[in-house]
Nanobody, 123 residues
Framework: QVQLVESGGGLVQAGASLRLSCAAS????????MGWFRQAPGKEREFVAA???????YSAGSLMGRFGISRDNAENTVYLQMNSLKPEDTAVYYC?????????????????WGQGTQVTVSS
């Protein structure tokens, strides 16, 4: 059983940066994609980015000019670096993992989920 635990959320002002971390425990094999979703109040869940074991990045293009995803396979940890944050980035950010990148990217879903971490950006 895979467990995902996020950390690093918080309240920041517009223009600030945050780095989210997601530590995975359990069996993380080389076919597992790890990534991030977010859900703002009243909005649907949105795919942010995912990364393969070999560090191939899949992203929501509109965000990746400011956001970057990375992965430490030795530590079973995935990171989301968020720069130049805007109030519209306010959301609960969820770490997720799945063997299928299409499930994550196209179906906005995943087999394993973290509990979420709140990111609030004030103007």
């Amino acid at each position: 059983q895979v467990q995902l635990v996020e950390s690093g959320g918080g309240l920041v002002q517009a223009g600030a940066s945050l780095r989210l971390s997601c530590a995975a425990s359990g069996i993380i094999s080389s076919n597992i994609y790890m990534g991030w979703f977010r859900q703002a109040p009243g909005k649907e869940r949105e795919f942010v980015a995912a990364i393969s074991w070999r560090r191939v990045v899949y992203s929501a293009g509109s965000l990746m000019g400011r956001f970057g995803i990375s992965r430490d396979n030795a530590e079973n940890t995935v990171y989301l670096q968020m720069n130049s944050l805007k109030p519209e980035d306010t959301a609960v950010y969820y770490c997720a993992a799945d063997p299928s990148i299409e499930t994550m990217r196209s179906k906005t879903n995943a087999k394993y989920w973290g509990q979420g971490t709140q990111v609030t950006v004030s103007s």
